[in-house]
Nanobody, 123 residues
Framework: QVQLVESGGGLVQAGGSLRLSCVAS????????VTWFRQAPGKEREFVAA????????YYEDSVKGRFTISRDNAKSTAYLQMNSLKPEDTAEYFC????????????????WGQGTQVTVSS
């Protein structure tokens, strides 16, 4: 019943920006921590950013701090990942995931996942 749908990926030149969206349905969105992960071909799924339901705390992987911003609009059941100053190493498929937990960096902690949206950054 729970559904997460990502959008906003695409091809962008280095230094450019994209905003990813994740729309959730059939959950009380405000009660869940929402997290963005990414996965490049042949690599493990990697934590990117999280917005915890507990205290509205945000968390970022070190390489994206200062460049990416996670936000959420609970009234619209939507999470966003604003990505600025994109680098070729940001190229990956990006996924959103939710769970009723305070915070976790591990993909195994999340039980609802979107289908992914591809981000490709050219140099």
């Amino acid at each position: 019943q729970v559904q997460l749908v990502e959008s906003g990926g695409g091809l962008v030149q280095a230094g450019g920006s994209l905003r990813l969206s994740c729309v959730a349905s059939r959950i009380t969105f405000s009660r869940y921590t929402v997290t963005w992960f990414r996965q490049a071909p042949g690599k493990e799924r990697e934590f990117v950013a999280a917005f915890s339901w507990s205290g509205d705390s945000t968390y970022y992987e070190d390489s994206v701090k200062g460049r990416f911003t996670i936000s959420r609009d609970n009234a619209k059941s939507t999470a966003y990942l604003q990505m600025n100053s994109l680098k070729p190493e940001d190229t990956a498929e990006y996924f959103c995931a939710v769970a009723y937990i305070t915070m976790s960096y591990s993909p195994a902690s999340y039980y609802y996942w979107g289908q992914g949206t591809q981000v490709t950054v050219s140099s």
